[in-house]
Protein backbone atom coordinates (compact mmCIF):
# COMPACT_ATOMS: atom_id res chain seq x y z
CA UNK A 1 0.00 0.00 0.00
CA UNK A 2 1.54 3.24 -0.67
CA UNK A 3 2.31 5.56 1.74
CA UNK A 4 -0.23 8.14 2.97
CA UNK A 5 0.27 11.41 1.37
CA UNK A 6 0.61 14.50 3.81
CA UNK A 7 -1.70 16.38 2.49
CA UNK A 8 -5.64 15.43 1.08
CA UNK A 9 -6.25 16.27 -1.96
CA UNK A 10 -9.42 16.95 -4.13
CA UNK A 11 -10.90 18.62 -1.60
CA UNK A 12 -12.05 22.35 -1.07
CA UNK A 13 -9.58 24.32 1.53
CA UNK A 14 -10.58 27.89 3.14
CA UNK A 15 -8.12 30.23 1.52
CA UNK A 16 -9.22 33.34 2.81
CA UNK A 17 -12.30 35.90 3.81
CA UNK A 18 -13.75 37.30 0.30
CA UNK A 19 -12.93 40.46 2.05
CA UNK A 20 -9.32 40.44 1.94
CA UNK A 21 -9.29 40.49 -2.00
CA UNK A 22 -10.87 43.59 -3.93
CA UNK A 23 -12.24 44.06 -7.25
CA UNK A 24 -9.01 43.59 -9.20
CA UNK A 25 -6.74 42.52 -6.52
CA UNK A 26 -3.95 39.47 -5.97
CA UNK A 27 -3.51 37.84 -2.75
CA UNK A 28 -0.37 35.28 -2.51
CA UNK A 29 -1.33 32.70 -0.30
CA UNK A 30 0.79 29.17 0.76
CA UNK A 31 -1.99 26.08 0.68
CA UNK A 32 -0.79 22.39 1.30
CA UNK A 33 2.70 23.45 0.68
CA UNK A 34 1.85 25.35 -2.69
CA UNK A 35 2.32 29.41 -3.76
CA UNK A 36 -1.46 29.78 -4.47
CA UNK A 37 -2.43 33.38 -6.30
CA UNK A 38 -6.21 34.14 -5.21
CA UNK A 39 -7.70 37.13 -6.84
CA UNK A 40 -10.31 38.65 -8.41
CA UNK A 41 -11.19 40.50 -11.60
CA UNK A 42 -12.02 43.93 -11.98
CA UNK A 43 -15.74 42.77 -12.94
CA UNK A 44 -15.17 40.73 -8.95
CA UNK A 45 -15.07 36.99 -9.82
CA UNK A 46 -12.65 35.33 -7.95
CA UNK A 47 -10.13 32.96 -9.05
CA UNK A 48 -6.90 31.31 -8.30
CA UNK A 49 -3.99 29.83 -9.96
CA UNK A 50 -0.40 28.45 -9.20
CA UNK A 51 1.71 31.71 -7.88
CA UNK A 52 4.28 31.34 -10.33
CA UNK A 53 5.22 32.87 -14.25
CA UNK A 54 6.40 30.10 -15.90
CA UNK A 55 8.75 32.02 -17.89
CA UNK A 56 11.09 33.40 -15.07
CA UNK A 57 9.33 32.12 -12.15
CA UNK A 58 8.70 35.56 -10.51
CA UNK A 59 5.04 35.40 -8.59
CA UNK A 60 2.17 36.57 -10.54
CA UNK A 61 0.58 37.84 -7.58
CA UNK A 62 2.95 40.98 -7.66
CA UNK A 63 1.80 41.68 -11.06
CA UNK A 64 -1.44 43.40 -11.70
CA UNK A 65 -4.80 42.81 -13.40
CA UNK A 66 -4.84 44.25 -16.73
CA UNK A 67 -7.88 46.35 -18.39
CA UNK A 68 -8.66 42.37 -20.14
CA UNK A 69 -8.94 41.01 -16.77
CA UNK A 70 -6.04 38.80 -17.43
CA UNK A 71 -2.88 38.78 -14.64
CA UNK A 72 -0.07 40.11 -16.21
CA UNK A 73 3.65 39.35 -14.41
CA UNK A 74 5.81 42.20 -13.36
CA UNK A 75 8.84 41.30 -14.85
CA UNK A 76 8.38 40.58 -18.49
CA UNK A 77 4.34 41.61 -18.41
CA UNK A 78 3.25 37.60 -19.87
CA UNK A 79 -0.22 37.92 -19.56
CA UNK A 80 -2.69 35.07 -18.49
CA UNK A 81 -6.75 34.53 -18.28
CA UNK A 82 -7.98 32.86 -14.84
CA UNK A 83 -8.17 29.54 -16.47
CA UNK A 84 -4.06 29.51 -16.76
CA UNK A 85 -3.88 30.26 -19.69
CA UNK A 86 -1.26 32.55 -21.50
CA UNK A 87 -2.95 35.64 -23.22
CA UNK A 88 -0.25 37.34 -24.57
CA UNK A 89 3.30 37.53 -24.67
CA UNK A 90 4.16 41.75 -25.77
CA UNK A 91 8.42 40.57 -26.18
CA UNK A 92 7.35 38.34 -29.07
CA UNK A 93 7.80 39.54 -32.94
CA UNK A 94 6.08 38.51 -35.94
CA UNK A 95 8.32 35.99 -37.51
CA UNK A 96 8.37 34.18 -33.94
CA UNK A 97 6.20 31.07 -34.20
CA UNK A 98 5.15 30.47 -31.03
CA UNK A 99 1.90 30.01 -29.82
CA UNK A 100 1.11 31.69 -26.30
CA UNK A 101 -2.23 29.76 -25.23
CA UNK A 102 0.32 26.47 -25.24
CA UNK A 103 1.75 27.89 -22.05
CA UNK A 104 -0.30 27.64 -19.23
CA UNK A 105 0.09 27.97 -15.16
CA UNK A 106 -2.02 25.62 -12.95
CA UNK A 107 -5.63 26.75 -12.50
CA UNK A 108 -7.42 26.11 -9.22
CA UNK A 109 -11.45 26.00 -9.04
CA UNK A 110 -12.27 28.65 -7.01
CA UNK A 111 -15.68 29.52 -5.07
CA UNK A 112 -16.77 32.31 -3.05
CA UNK A 113 -19.49 31.85 -0.58
CA UNK A 114 -20.54 32.61 2.42
CA UNK A 115 -18.01 35.30 3.12
CA UNK A 116 -15.44 33.65 2.11
CA UNK A 117 -13.14 32.23 -0.69
CA UNK A 118 -12.03 28.36 -0.79
CA UNK A 119 -9.94 27.14 -3.28
CA UNK A 120 -10.42 23.62 -4.47
CA UNK A 121 -7.11 21.72 -4.79
CA UNK A 122 -6.39 18.75 -6.85
CA UNK A 123 -4.34 15.95 -7.00
CA UNK A 124 -3.43 16.02 -11.12
CA UNK A 125 -1.43 19.41 -11.89
CA UNK A 126 -3.04 18.56 -15.27
CA UNK A 127 -6.42 18.29 -16.72
CA UNK A 128 -8.21 17.47 -13.52
CA UNK A 129 -11.95 16.67 -12.87
CA UNK A 130 -14.18 19.63 -12.08
CA UNK A 131 -15.28 19.39 -8.29
CA UNK A 132 -18.15 17.12 -7.75
CA UNK A 133 -19.60 19.54 -4.63
CA UNK A 134 -19.49 23.13 -3.54
CA UNK A 135 -17.33 24.09 -0.34
CA UNK A 136 -19.26 23.57 3.04
CA UNK A 137 -21.91 25.86 3.65
CA UNK A 138 -23.15 27.72 6.39
CA UNK A 139 -27.30 26.10 7.20
CA UNK A 140 -30.24 28.28 8.75
CA UNK A 141 -28.58 31.77 8.10
CA UNK A 142 -29.81 33.41 4.74
CA UNK A 143 -27.67 35.80 3.20
CA UNK A 144 -24.53 34.55 5.58
CA UNK A 145 -21.71 36.90 6.35
CA UNK A 146 -19.18 37.26 8.81
CA UNK A 147 -19.79 38.57 11.72
CA UNK A 148 -16.66 38.09 13.91
CA UNK A 149 -13.59 36.53 12.61
CA UNK A 150 -10.57 35.50 14.36
CA UNK A 151 -7.34 34.07 12.82
CA UNK A 152 -4.53 32.48 14.43
CA UNK A 153 -0.74 30.76 12.61
CA UNK A 154 -0.41 27.27 14.55
CA UNK A 155 2.86 26.45 14.17
CA UNK A 156 1.97 22.86 13.65
CA UNK A 157 1.24 20.29 11.42
CA UNK A 158 -2.56 19.99 10.17
CA UNK A 159 -3.55 16.73 12.42
CA UNK A 160 -2.18 18.67 15.32
CA UNK A 161 -4.32 21.32 14.44
CA UNK A 162 -7.55 19.52 13.80
CA UNK A 163 -7.55 17.01 16.42
CA UNK A 164 -6.21 20.15 19.47
CA UNK A 165 -9.56 21.65 18.24
CA UNK A 166 -12.20 18.84 18.15
CA UNK A 167 -10.77 16.99 21.48
CA UNK A 168 -13.49 16.64 23.89
CA UNK A 169 -11.74 16.65 26.96
CA UNK A 170 -9.13 19.21 27.40
CA UNK A 171 -11.63 22.41 27.66
CA UNK A 172 -10.93 22.32 31.95
CA UNK A 173 -7.35 22.79 31.79
CA UNK A 174 -6.48 24.03 28.47
CA UNK A 175 -9.32 26.69 28.90
CA UNK A 176 -9.81 27.54 32.83
CA UNK A 177 -9.19 30.57 34.18
CA UNK A 178 -10.73 31.96 37.42
CA UNK A 179 -13.28 34.51 35.53
CA UNK A 180 -14.42 30.86 33.61
CA UNK A 181 -14.46 27.99 35.70
CA UNK A 182 -15.30 24.91 33.62
CA UNK A 183 -16.41 22.00 36.17
CA UNK A 184 -15.62 18.20 34.78
CA UNK A 185 -18.88 16.39 34.35
CA UNK A 186 -19.83 13.16 32.91
CA UNK A 187 -20.88 13.75 29.17
CA UNK A 188 -22.87 11.43 26.70
CA UNK A 189 -23.39 12.44 23.35
CA UNK A 190 -24.49 10.61 20.42
CA UNK A 191 -22.21 10.43 17.51
CA UNK A 192 -23.42 9.93 13.24
CA UNK A 193 -21.31 9.45 10.30
CA UNK A 194 -22.03 12.35 7.51
CA UNK A 195 -21.05 12.22 3.89
CA UNK A 196 -17.58 13.05 4.72
CA UNK A 197 -17.09 12.69 8.29
CA UNK A 198 -19.20 12.98 11.27
CA UNK A 199 -21.71 14.83 13.54
CA UNK A 200 -22.59 14.98 17.17
CA UNK A 201 -26.11 14.96 16.73
CA UNK A 202 -28.26 17.89 18.64
CA UNK A 203 -28.20 18.27 21.90
CA UNK A 204 -28.99 20.81 25.06
CA UNK A 205 -25.46 22.18 26.12
CA UNK A 206 -23.90 22.04 29.19
CA UNK A 207 -21.96 25.11 29.53
CA UNK A 208 -23.92 28.55 30.80
CA UNK A 209 -22.56 30.77 28.10
CA UNK A 210 -24.96 29.21 25.60
CA UNK A 211 -28.18 30.61 27.06
CA UNK A 212 -27.01 34.25 25.71
CA UNK A 213 -28.71 32.97 21.78
CA UNK A 214 -31.68 31.88 23.79
CA UNK A 215 -33.10 29.89 27.05
CA UNK A 216 -33.97 26.77 24.79
CA UNK A 217 -30.99 26.48 23.04
CA UNK A 218 -29.39 23.47 21.26
CA UNK A 219 -26.71 22.64 19.32
CA UNK A 220 -24.36 20.34 17.11
CA UNK A 221 -21.53 20.22 15.93
CA UNK A 222 -20.30 18.38 13.00
CA UNK A 223 -16.67 17.76 11.39
CA UNK A 224 -15.93 17.22 7.48
CA UNK A 225 -12.87 16.28 5.69
CA UNK A 226 -10.22 18.19 4.79
CA UNK A 227 -10.63 20.44 8.45
CA UNK A 228 -13.91 22.12 8.68
CA UNK A 229 -15.79 22.12 12.09
CA UNK A 230 -19.49 23.55 12.28
CA UNK A 231 -21.35 24.12 15.24
CA UNK A 232 -24.88 25.13 14.16
CA UNK A 233 -26.56 26.74 17.68
CA UNK A 234 -30.55 27.14 17.24
CA UNK A 235 -33.19 28.40 19.88
CA UNK A 236 -36.00 30.76 20.88
CA UNK A 237 -35.51 34.20 21.47
CA UNK A 238 -38.39 36.82 21.99
CA UNK A 239 -40.51 34.76 20.16
CA UNK A 240 -37.71 34.34 16.95
CA UNK A 241 -35.79 31.82 15.83
CA UNK A 242 -32.11 32.40 17.13
CA UNK A 243 -29.09 30.73 14.66
CA UNK A 244 -25.40 31.35 15.44
CA UNK A 245 -23.47 28.98 13.19
CA UNK A 246 -19.64 28.73 14.19
CA UNK A 247 -17.26 27.59 11.91
CA UNK A 248 -13.39 26.56 12.38
CA UNK A 249 -11.54 26.46 9.27
CA UNK A 250 -8.07 24.66 9.59
CA UNK A 251 -5.86 25.53 6.44
CA UNK A 252 -2.54 24.12 5.63
CA UNK A 253 -0.16 26.46 4.70
CA UNK A 254 2.75 24.12 4.52
CA UNK A 255 4.01 21.06 6.88
CA UNK A 256 4.67 22.88 10.00
CA UNK A 257 2.12 25.41 9.61
CA UNK A 258 -1.59 25.72 9.74
CA UNK A 259 -3.76 28.79 9.61
CA UNK A 260 -6.61 28.40 12.31
CA UNK A 261 -9.80 30.44 10.96
CA UNK A 262 -13.26 30.83 13.79
CA UNK A 263 -15.98 32.59 11.70
CA UNK A 264 -18.94 33.30 13.23
CA UNK A 265 -22.34 34.16 11.61
CA UNK A 266 -25.63 35.25 12.81
CA UNK A 267 -28.54 37.47 11.67
CA UNK A 268 -28.48 41.14 12.38
CA UNK A 269 -30.50 41.49 14.95
CA UNK A 270 -28.84 39.59 17.22
CA UNK A 271 -25.75 41.64 17.32
CA UNK A 272 -25.55 42.34 20.93
CA UNK A 273 -23.69 38.72 20.69
CA UNK A 274 -20.62 40.61 19.13
CA UNK A 275 -18.95 42.05 22.56
CA UNK A 276 -18.81 38.55 24.31
CA UNK A 277 -17.00 37.35 20.84
CA UNK A 278 -14.33 40.40 20.49
CA UNK A 279 -13.95 39.84 24.21
CA UNK A 280 -13.32 36.28 24.94
CA UNK A 281 -12.76 34.63 21.20
CA UNK A 282 -9.01 35.59 20.75
CA UNK A 283 -8.16 34.22 24.15
CA UNK A 284 -9.46 30.97 23.81
CA UNK A 285 -7.96 30.27 20.29
CA UNK A 286 -4.66 31.63 21.46
CA UNK A 287 -5.03 29.41 24.40
CA UNK A 288 -5.24 26.01 21.62
CA UNK A 289 -2.44 27.42 19.50
CA UNK A 290 0.10 28.01 22.96
CA UNK A 291 -1.12 23.86 23.78
CA UNK A 292 0.18 22.64 20.44
CA UNK A 293 2.90 24.94 20.46
CA UNK A 294 4.30 23.54 23.58
CA UNK A 295 3.54 20.12 22.22
CA UNK A 296 6.21 20.36 20.04
CA UNK A 297 8.69 20.45 22.32
CA UNK A 298 7.80 16.71 23.21
CA UNK A 299 7.37 16.09 19.59
CA UNK A 300 10.79 17.31 18.56
CA UNK A 301 11.82 13.14 20.20
CA UNK A 302 9.18 11.60 18.06
CA UNK A 303 7.43 9.62 20.76
CA UNK A 304 5.03 7.18 20.27
CA UNK A 305 1.46 9.13 21.03
CA UNK A 306 -1.56 6.78 22.42
CA UNK A 307 -5.42 7.74 21.45
CA UNK A 308 -8.35 6.26 24.40
CA UNK A 309 -11.62 5.50 24.16
CA UNK A 310 -13.86 7.19 24.38
CA UNK A 311 -12.25 10.64 25.03
CA UNK A 312 -9.85 10.52 21.76
CA UNK A 313 -12.69 8.71 19.66
CA UNK A 314 -13.31 11.93 17.04
CA UNK A 315 -9.09 12.18 16.55
CA UNK A 316 -9.68 8.45 15.73
CA UNK A 317 -12.35 9.03 13.44
CA UNK A 318 -9.77 11.92 11.81
CA UNK A 319 -7.14 9.39 10.90
CA UNK A 320 -9.35 7.36 9.54
CA UNK A 321 -11.25 8.89 7.40
CA UNK A 322 -8.22 10.93 5.89
CA UNK A 323 -6.87 7.57 5.40
CA UNK A 324 -9.91 6.26 3.29
CA UNK A 325 -9.96 9.30 1.28
CA UNK A 326 -5.90 9.11 0.48
CA UNK A 327 -6.86 5.84 -0.56
CA UNK A 328 -9.94 6.65 -2.72
CA UNK A 329 -8.15 9.38 -4.55
CA UNK A 330 -5.31 7.16 -5.10
CA UNK A 331 -6.99 4.42 -6.53
CA UNK A 332 -9.77 6.05 -8.21
CA UNK A 333 -12.18 4.16 -6.12
CA UNK A 334 -15.68 5.47 -4.54
CA UNK A 335 -14.68 6.71 -0.60
CA UNK A 336 -16.56 5.05 1.64
CA UNK A 337 -16.76 6.53 5.64
CA UNK A 338 -15.55 4.56 8.19
CA UNK A 339 -17.51 6.55 10.98
CA UNK A 340 -20.60 3.80 12.32
CA UNK A 341 -23.43 5.87 14.44
CA UNK A 342 -22.06 5.48 18.29
CA UNK A 343 -22.67 7.01 21.60
CA UNK A 344 -19.66 8.51 22.97
CA UNK A 345 -18.91 8.57 27.38
CA UNK A 346 -16.11 10.64 28.80
CA UNK A 347 -15.52 13.40 31.41
CA UNK A 348 -14.71 16.68 30.88
Known sequence: MAEEPQFLRNLWYMACLASEVKPGGLRRQMLLGEPVLVGRTRAGKAFAMRDICPHRGVP???????????????????????????????????????DPTKIRVKPYPACEQDGLIWVYMTAQERDAPAPTALPPKVQNITNAKPRWVESQTFRCGIDHAVIGLMDPAHAPYVHGRWWWRVKQKLKEKAYAPLPTGFIMTRHA????????????????????????????????????????????????????????????????????LKPFFVLLGPT?????????????????????????????????????????????????????????????????
Open 60 to 98: LSAGKVAADETVECPYHGWRFRTDGVCAAIPSLVEENEM
Open 205 to 272: PTKPAYRLVAPDVSTEITFELPSTRFENISGTLLGRRADVVGLTCCTPLDADTTQVTQIFYWPGWLGF
Open 284 to 348: FLGDDRRMVELQREGLKFNPALMLIQDADQPAIWYHRLKKAWAESVENGTAFVNPVKERVLRWRS
